[in-house]
Each structure stands twice: as structure tokens, then as C-alpha cells.
């Protein structure tokens, strides 16, 4: 069966460091996007791709990047994690206007 | 700017109960809305969409409703289960033009099912 999977599932880290967050989904989907969900909020979108080589940033993209090379996988990094990039992190993906998201199960990760 | 707006923020209700969510958003231009269910320590799943001219949907004991010239939905659930308990997520899509759209989350509802 098709998927989407974050891995990994939690993470701590130190302030300063570059992280790393992986998604992977086998739905050939050409869209996929970042979000990250914190108490109080809905879900913000970080950064999203509606195709290899595309990137595009979102609402909350400081501090953040993301790279498509190909139509799987769309990595998130910290460039230098702050602890405000403390938050559960959602990748999603989706085949395109009007379909909905499959979401991945989350990345919990904590900057200390 | 664009919002959605979700009530109440969290709700308790005995098993086998009825309850309703309610959403109310002012996103522009209007495309459709989805709710999602999402469990703890878990990603969002849909569980229904709504386009402008849908009045109700149903997915089995979930039932929304759709009143585009208020801007409001409602999550109808019926008969509710131990395993309902979960946060409900109403999102509305607006298109944007260009081929790209975008999406304005509620902070959700939390629902809690006791026995």
C-alpha cells in the first residue's frame, strides 16, 4: 500500500545544530508540503513543492529550507535550530487542487 | 485576511452521545472545506469534503454541513465511540490563482469520549 512516512519519530537536538527531517511517500504525488503544529495554533505551512526541482515557501519559512530531487521525497532542514522550532513537524502530500492531504504520523522535536 | 475559526476549543461528551463541531471561516475566494480527524501522536485524516454547492455529507456517524453564504460548517457525530476521541480539524481551501491554492487550518476541536 501507498504511504507517506516522517521519520524520525522524535528528535532532541541542541540549539545551533543543522537538522535534518525526513519524508518519503510512495503515492506519486506531485505536491507535498511542510507543516508544524504547536499548541494554540492550527497547523502553519512551513515550506511545499508541487514538483521536482519546485520549492516555494509558506507562512513560517525562516529558519527553514527544503529541496526536491525527486518525486518522493522532500526533506525539511533547520539550518541552525532555535528552541522557537520546538513543535511536532507534519509532512503532506497531495495529487493536486481539490484533493485532499495524506499526512505523515510527525516528527516531535525538541531544541534544547 | 484569511481564518477559520473552530467552537468550542474542547468538548467532553458520554459515550453513545450525539455532538456537534462548529467551523466558521472568511476565506476568499471560497474552493472547499474539509474536516479532519486527528488522534494523538498522529497525522490528520480526512473525513470529509465539502465543495460550494454541498449542503450535507455523510461518513457513516459523521455528518457535516456546509452553509457557504453564512461561512459556517458543522461536524455532526452520532452514536459517538471511546475511539472518537480525537482533535477535529476544519480546513478551507482558496484558490490562488496560477494553478496553487491555500489552505487555512482551524486550531481544532478536542473531543473527549468518556464511558
Known amino acids: 500500500d501507498a504511504e507517506i512516512t516522517q521519520s524520525p519519530r522524535h528528535k532532541i537536538t541542541e540549539t545551533g545544530r543543522q537538522v535534518t527531517l525526513a519524508c518519503h511517500q510512495t503515492?506519486?504525488?506531485?505536491?507535498m508540503f511542510w507543516y508544524r503544529q504547536d499548541l494554540g495554533h492550527g497547523l502553519r505551512l512551513i515550506h511545499y513543492?508541487?514538483?521536482?526541482?519546485?520549492?516555494n515557501k509558506g507562512e513560517v519559512s525562516d529558519g527553514y529550507s527544503v529541496s526536491r530531487s525527486n518525486t518522493e521525497d522532500l526533506p525539511l532542514t533547520l539550518e541552525s535550530a532555535a528552541s522557537s522550532q520546538t513543535s511536532v513537524y507534519f509532512c503532506a502530500s497531495s495529487s493536486g487542487f481539490g484533493h485532499g492531504y495524506t499526512f505523515g504520523s510527525g516528527t516531535r522535536l525538541t531544541v534544547v | 485576511k484569511n481564518q477559520v475559526e473552530q467552537s468550542p476549543q474542547s468538548l467532553i461528551i458520554l459515550e453513545g452521545k450525539n455532538c456537534t463541531l462548529q467551523c466558521n471561516y472568511t476565506v476568499s475566494p471560497f474552493s472547499n472545506l474539509r474536516w479532519y480527524k486527528q488522534d494523538t501522536g498522529r497525522g490528520p485524516v480526512s473525513l470529509t469534503i465539502?465543495?460550494?454547492?454541498?449542503n450535507t455529507k455523510s461518513n457513516g456517524r459523521y455528518t457535516a454541513t456546509l452553509d457557504a453564504d453564512t461561512k459556517q460548517s458543522s461536524l455532526h457525530i452520532t452514536a459517538s465511540q471511546l475511539s472518537d476521541s480525537a482533535s477535529y480539524i476544519c480546513?478551507?481551501?482558496?484558490?490562488?490563482?496560477?494553478?496553487?491554492?491555500?489552505?487555512?487550518f482551524g486550531k481544532g476541536t478536542k473531543l473527549s469520549v468518556i464511558p
Open positions: 480546513v478551507v481551501s482558496a484558490y490562488s490563482g496560477a494553478g496553487s491554492y491555500q489552505l487555512t
Open positions: 465539502m465543495t460550494f454547492s454541498e
Open positions: 503515492w506519486n504525488h506531485n505536491n
Open positions: 513543492s508541487y514538483g521536482v526541482q519546485d520549492t
